[in-house]
């Protein structure tokens, strides 16, 4: 069982030279440096053996391993049972001039002292294969995880990820202290994994015919997709991962998320013939509720449970539509026999059942947190990502959660507003915001907090093609989650930036492309008194802003950034990040399109959905448009449920002939256009007069932009009514 461990040990910010990610809880820098070369002797016992190879593996080394050497230049690794206050996946590491000292009480233990060894190493010269020897500072390190679960989530159905890729991914878990690989090998777009009994699983659900093209667009790519791991595949990555202390959790999901199973085995839905699933999103085609497909899962849950030793078996459980339930003479009349109430319930009798198989067989689920809907299994964790409210609700009915919700783990959303940002899911995740996450919720006490596990990000791969892109999107915000599940609770988040500058160059020499934004330069506007300020920052201090007003590009002779910018007329405003006098970062621009409430005072009736609120009312005339692409950034502001009047006040009577409006149209991400805008106008704020109203809001693009046009008014107050779609 995965657990908190409760050390009352001290977080120490280390010296500039010692940047390791994640933070260890104490580092304490000694004189002088050791330094590795051949002649370097790795002290061992019998049962020492596999983590003394291990060190010759990482540093391309092959240095004699002695037991007994009293050699003064060493690498002495003591794995005892007298270090078992450190935890079994602590440790410590002594530095000095003359040796190298590794403490711990497991072979877990060792093995993470060896990734803080990695890290001691400058960025440039991580393999003595590549230099004639490597200095290490002096320091000692004594080190244990804060939560015992450490994952991540990586959907190979969505888009097939080749073996290769998923060892890789284990040595990058490893090298940044996570334990779990989470491994998604099953949902409507293709089945991944070899099942004996049922060879159609891969033979028909492991390959689509074609792709859909973006979001779902209409518009398909022509060209088959797919791909599976064979049962000797997973033997392999099962292996190679136990001797990185990474678990591989496998999950098959079900009863939702089962197109691909379903055109194998039609018999296994509703009895339609089906093909794997060519587009993103929520599938109605899910499997019945059968005794013969409950015992098709049960039998390829058997061959699963052979083929990953992991205590944890993860079901899915999530985003099952009912209809298909609610259609079906076998399961009303299943509900009828059982005594159950609805559908929900249904769906806990189905999880149910495969509870107490899995049980049988040793294993425990893991489910999303809809399975807590219609009664939670007895014995089920619980993955928590639609928010914190299904941790708690675990949590406090006893049950073991690992939390993992949207808002700040999953990976798939855009991490940066840049407009040359790759395509994503939607959502915006920068890494200051992953990096804020608390996993354990103030509304649990110090009891229920126990059953906290740990965390996890997710990495669904929708849009998600290829290695590089998978890579792009992981890091540095993987390196954010290793932290927040490692390290003290009283983190600093500059300090794990001044920290990330060179982990960032040793990704890249482990030939690692992540995604850089640490010299993206980040705005934020606001207005009043007729002007607007825009506030421009970077997350890493070694560089400064220069910026322009006039459209021409900066350079290291513009202006240098130092406050508020003040605009009040239509400008571009441009700006780049120079260090040492050179660019770097990606460059920056902001149009600014004045018009008369550009800058003047606005008040809302109802507040903004908080998911969609961070600009605040003000983003409404700020002069600045909303991403045509990305409704999650600052400028988009979306309201739930309620309508909406927003009052604008120009500050003095002004005369007014026209309204434009921007409404973003993205119902695959349930954002829809107002059913109706009306305007009225004012010269008192008391008394209004409709002057024009926008009915039957239509169109097919992401960004519609209609216009209200009327006679010349004079006006001070402007006011805008929008009526909810329901």
């Known amino acids: 069982m995965f657990g908190i461990i409760a050390l009352t040990l001290t977080a120490i910010t280390a010296p500039e030279e010692i940047a ?12 002088g ?21 291990y060190i010759n593996e990482v540093f391309g080394m092959n240095l004699l391993i002695d037991g007994q050497s009293k050699n003064k ?9 007298r270090f078992a206050k450190l935890g079994e996946e602590g440790y410590r590491l002594g530095i000095s001039p003359s040796e190298i000292e590794i403490e711990a009480s497991t072979s877990k233990g060792v093995f993470y002292a060896i990734q803080t060894l990695r890290q001691l190493a400058p960025a440039s ?55 779990s690989l989470h491994l998604h090998l099953s949902d409507d777009q293709g089945w991944r994994v070899e099942i004996k009994k049922y060879p159609k699983l891969t033979e028909v659900g492991s390959m689509r015919k074609e792709t859909v093209v973006g979001r779902n667009t209409g518009q398909y790519d022509g060209t088959p997709h797919g791909g599976f791991y064979t049962q000797d595949d997973i033997r392999e990555i099962v292996a190679y991962a136990t001797k990185r202390h990474v678990n591989v959790v496998p999950e098959i999901d079900m009863p939702g998320h089962m197109q691909a199973a379903i055109a194998a085995y039609p018999h296994l839905g509703d009895g339609k013939p089906a093909e794997v699933f060519t587009r993103w999103g929520v599938n109605p085609r899910v499997l019945n509720t059968k005794p013969e497909t409950i015992q098709f899962c049960k039998d390829v849950l058997d061959e699963i449970t052979m083929l990953f030793p992991s205590d944890f078996i993860h079901i899915g459980g999530d985003e099952c539509p009912k209809i298909k339930w609610k259609e079906s003479a076998f399961c009303q009349e299943l509900m009828r026999r059982e005594g159950l109430k609805d559908e929900f319930e249904l769906q806990s009798y189905f999880v149910r059942r495969i509870e107490k198989h899995l049980n049988s067989k040793g294993k425990q689920i893991i489910g999303w947190d809809e399975i807590l809907e219609g009664g939670v299994a007895p014995n089920a964790t619980i993955m928590s990502w639609r928010g914190l409210e299904g941790g708690i609700e675990a949590a406090q009915a006893g049950h073991d959660v690992i939390m993992t ?3 700040y783990c999953y990976l798939d959303y855009y991490q940066s507003d840049h407009p040359d940002e790759p395509l994503a899911i939607g959502g915006f995740l920068p890494l200051q915001t992953v990096y804020s996450f608390e996993p354990i919720p103030e509304a649990l006490n110090a009891e229920e907090s126990k059953y906290i596990l740990g965390t996890q990000v997710n990495l669904w791969t929708e849009y998600i093609p290829t290695r590089e ?4 999107m992981l890091f ?40 850089n934004h640490l010299y993206d330069i980040k705005s934020n506007t606001s207005g009043g008194d007729g002007q607007v300020q825009i506030s421009l920052d970077k997350l890493a201090d070694d560089a400064q802003i220069h910026y322009t007003l006039d459209g021409s590009t900066p350079s290291p002779q513009s202006p240098i950034y130092d406050s508020a910018i003040a605009i009040q007329q239509s400008t571009t405003l441009k700006a780049q990040c120079f260090k040492q006098g050179e660019a770097i970062g990606r460059p920056w621009q902001q149009a600014i399109d004045w018009h008369l409430a550009t800058g003047r005072t606005i008040t809302l009736s109802e507040p903004p959905h908080p998911k969609y609120g961070s600009g605040g009312a003000q983003a409404l005339i700020n002069g600045i448009n909303g991403s045509n692409e990305r409704y999650g950034d600052a400028e988009w502001l979306g309201f739930d449920g309620k309508d909406c009047k927003l009052t604008i006040d120009l500050g003095q009577e002004q005369t007014v002939h026209a309204v434009h409006f921007r409404f973003f149209n993205g119902e695959g991400q349930w954002i829809y256009l107002p059913r109706k805008a009306t305007v009225a106008l004012s010269t008192d704020g008391q008394s209004y007069r409709a002057v024009g109203q926008l009915e039957d809001i239509t169109g097919a693009d992401k960004v519609i932009t209609p216009t209200i046009d009327f006679e010349a008014t004079p006006a001070r107050f402007v006011q805008i009514e929008v009526e909810n779609f329901g």
């Open 476 to 515: 540095p915000r993987l390196c954010a989650s290793a932290e927040i599940g490692w390290s003290a609770k009283d983190r600093e988040f500059g300090d794990f930036v001044h920290r990330l500058v060179p982990h960032l160059e040793r990704l890249q020499k482990m030939g690692i492309r992540p995604a």
């Open 405 to 407: 919700p949207t808002s």
């Open 125 to 179: 010269t991580l393999r003595i294969g590549d230099n004639a020897s490597i200095e290490f500072p002096a320091v000692t390190v004594q080190d244990h995880p804060r939560f015992g679960w450490r994952g991540l989530m990586m959907d190979t159905s969505r888009h097939f990820m080749p073996k290769d890729s998923v060892l890789k991914m284990i040595d990058l878990l490893a090298f940044h202290k996570m334990n």
């Open 469 to 472: 892109k998978l890579e792009y």
């Open 33 to 53: 440096t050791f330094t590795l070369a051949s002649d370097t002797i790795i002290v061992a016992d019998r049962n020492e053996l596999e983590e003394a190879r």
């Open 20 to 31: 390791i990610v994640p933070q260890p809880f104490i580092v304490a820098p000694g004189q």
């Open 73 to 81: 230049k060493r690498i002495h690794i003591n794995m005892d049972m």
